[in-house]
Structure formats: C-alpha cells, structure tokens
T-cell receptor, first 111, second 115 residues
C-alpha cells in the first residue's frame, strides 16, 4: 500500500530565504509525482509534474527532483516571497490509476 | 481554455439526504478524478473515470458513487448523508497524452456541509 509523507508539517522562514520541502513514498513503482500549492479554502494549483522517467523539473523559482529508488522527492523554492505562503502538497500517481496525497507542508514566509 | 468547473460551490444538506455534485473537465481532458478533503484526513482519493469507465476507487463506502458521461463531464453522488461527509469535494481532470499526460488540474471544489 502506497503511503506518502511530507516533512516538515509546517515551516516559517524570513523573506528571501531558499528552502526545501520533502516528500517520501513507500512504493517506488510510481507513474508520476506532482507538486501542488493550496491557498486557504481554495482548490489546488499545479506547480510541477515529474514523470517516472524524469529526474527533475523546473519552473521559475521552483525546482522539483525525483529519486524513485530512494522513494523521495524534494521541492526547492529559491528566494522565497510572502506570496509563497500556502500549503504545499505532493501527490503520487500509482500504476493502478490512483493518486495518493501527502498531508502537506504549511509554509509561512515572513516579510 | 476554461478551467475545471464544479457545481454547486456550496451545499448544505441534512443527515440522511442524498447529494449530487457535478464536474466539467477542461476541454479535451477525458480523465476525471474525485477527492474528499477534510481537516482530519487530508486529501483522499475517491475514484477516477476515463471514457465513462471507473478505473479505480478509493477506500470509501458504497454510499459514494460516481459516473462519467460521453462528453467527459462527471458527477458524484453521496446517498444517506452522514455528519462525517462534511468536506470539500474536489474534482480534477487530466489529459491522457502529450508532455503533460496525467497532470491533474483541479477545480475550486464543492463545500458540503451536513447538519
């Protein structure tokens, strides 16, 4: 049974700091991994998608890596801004057409 | 392209009633997934549909059901509502082909309150 864990559960950093969010999964047989952000009371916004054959993806100040063999993914946010404050979720899609989410990391960037 | 739309956005129902939620995917997306989000359990997978067929189902009781129509629009139904069904119900659509295959795009959700 696939389980997805995100560490830390919450993080508070000063503006401008670079930070890393972690996501681990128990079964390496994944189809893809996707990072999302969610603002309070809102739906999810897709940030980055990494297919199982890829090692990393980049979009602007965001970089996500995937290491299937160790069951880990990291989301790197460069030069954090107050607007980055949100909950960040990682989701693993299995070969059986099921998506499992982590509990999320709540990020607060102080101005 | 218009995003994923969900209707209604807010719903208040009484315990024992049933409810139907609707999801219209992004044009061209044929895969639709449903999720339940609660503060205690987080985001949990309900089911996924493709070409009117359910491809997988999460660990939810049979009171939760869904379907997909030939135009890829999807509905989910919850019968005999319980207080614990109060949640944000999210729908996501994704393309099956191309560079962004299976990238999920979420709608704003339907906030269901059961009293």
């Amino acid at each position: 049974k696939q389980e997805v864990t995100q560490i830390p559960a919450a993080l508070s950093v000063p503006e401008g700091e670079n930070l890393v969010l972690n996501c681990s999964f128990t079964d390496s047989a994944i189809y893809n991994l996707q990072w999302f952000r969610q603002d309070p009371g809102k739906g999810l916004t897709s940030l980055l998608l990494i297919q199982s054959s890829q090692r990393e993806q980049t979009s602007g100040r965001l970089n996500a890596s995937l290491d299937k063999s160790s069951g880990r993914s990291t989301l790197y946010i460069a030069a954090s801004q107050p607007g980055d404050s949100a909950t960040y979720l990682c989701a693993v899609r299995t070969g059986g057409f099921k998506t499992i989410f982590g509990a999320g990391t709540r990020l607060f960037v102080k101005a | 392209k218009a995003g994923v739309t969900q209707t209604p956005r807010y719903l208040i129902k009484t315990r024992g009633q049933q409810v139907t939620l609707s999801c219209s995917p992004i044009s061209g997306h044929r895969s639709v997934s449903w999720y339940q989000q609660t503060p205690g359990q987080g985001l949990q997978f309900l089911f996924e549909y493709f070409s009117e067929t359910q491809r997988n189902k999460g660990n939810f009781p049979g009171r939760f059901s869904g379907r997909q129509f030939s135009n890829s629009r999807s509905e989910m139904n919850v019968s005999t509502l319980e207080l614990g069904d109060s949640a944000l119900y999210l729908c996501a659509s994704s393309p099956e082909t191309g560079k962004y295959r299976n990238e999920q795009y979420f709608g704003p959700g339907t906030r269901l309150t059961v009293t």
